[in-house]
């Protein structure tokens, strides 16, 4: 059965502080593994998708790696700003998509 | 292109009412999933459909709770005789045939059971 953990639950930095965050899972058996961005009260946004082939993505500020063997993923963000404030969940895909807890993020101007 | 839309974005239920949400897809996504999220808890998958189809129910609790998705209209998900323990956020996503990992996600509807 996979399980997704992620680490720290929780986390404050100051502004402009590069940061990492953690995700682990157990089955290395997934199709992808995807980060998310959820803000208080709404949806969430789907910031970065790796395929289980490919070893990271980029996107602006944003780095997320995959070691599949290691069951390990992070989330690398540089220069963070108030505005990253927010709880980042990781999900994996084998067949459905299993979430972990995810970790709030709070950047302090 | 409006997003996936779910109504309503907070619901209040007594213990023993049902509770009725509402999923609108986004345009031309015929696949359709719920997720619940508890207090403290990360998101579980509950249901997968495809339009007047359930394609995985794997995640749905065996008793009280349905999910449909007919040919016109929106998906509903209908909890029977709410409990105290059904208070959570349900987040509804969509995705376009042939292509499940697009999913995209609404802004969740969030029951209360008083």
Same mark, same amino acid.
């Given at each position: 059965k996979q399980e997704v953990t992620q680490i720290p639950a929780a986390l404050s930095v100051p502004e402009g502080e590069n940061l990492v965050l953690n995700c682990s899972f157990t089955d290395s058996a997934i199709y992808n593994?995807?980060?998310?961005?959820?803000?208080?009260?709404?949806?969430?946004?789907?910031?970065?998708?790796?395929?289980?082939?490919?070893?990271?993505?980029t996107s602006g500020r944003l780095n997320a790696s995959l070691d599949k063997s290691?069951?390990?993923?992070?989330?690398?963000?540089?220069?963070s700003q108030p505005g990253d404030s927010a709880t980042y969940l990781c999900a994996v895909r084998g067949g459905k998509l299993i979430f972990g807890q995810g970790t709030e993020l709070s950047v302090k101007p | 292109n409006a997003g996936v839309m779910q109504n309503? /974005?907070?619901?209040?239920?007594?213990?023993?009412q049902e509770a009725r949400l509402r999923c609108s897809p986004m345009k031309g996504h015929s696949h359709v999933y719920?997720?619940?999220?508890?207090?403290?808890?990360?998101?579980?998958?509950?249901?997968?459909?495809?339009?007047?189809?359930?394609?995985?129910?794997?995640?749905?609790?065996?008793?009280?709770?349905?999910?449909?998705?007919?040919?016109?209209?929106?998906?509903?998900? /209908?909890?029977?005789?709410?409990? /105290?323990g059904d208070s959570a956020a349900y987040f509804c996503a969509s995705s376009p045939a042939g292509a499940p990992y697009e999913q995209y996600f609404g802004p969740g509807t969030r029951l209360t059971v008083t």
């Open positions: 593994l995807q980060w998310f961005r959820q803000d208080p009260g709404k949806g969430l946004t789907s910031l970065l998708l790796i395929q289980s082939s490919q070893r990271e993505q290691s069951g390990r993923s992070t989330l690398y963000i540089a220069a | 309503p /974005r907070h619901l209040v239920r007594r213990r023993g719920w997720y619940r999220q508890l207090p403290e808890e990360g998101l579980k998958f509950m249901v997968y459909l495809q339009k007047e189809n359930i394609i995985d129910e794997s995640g749905m609790p065996k008793e009280r709770f349905s999910a449909e998705f007919p040919k016109e209209g929106p998906s509903i998900l /209908r909890i029977q005789q709410v409990v /105290r």
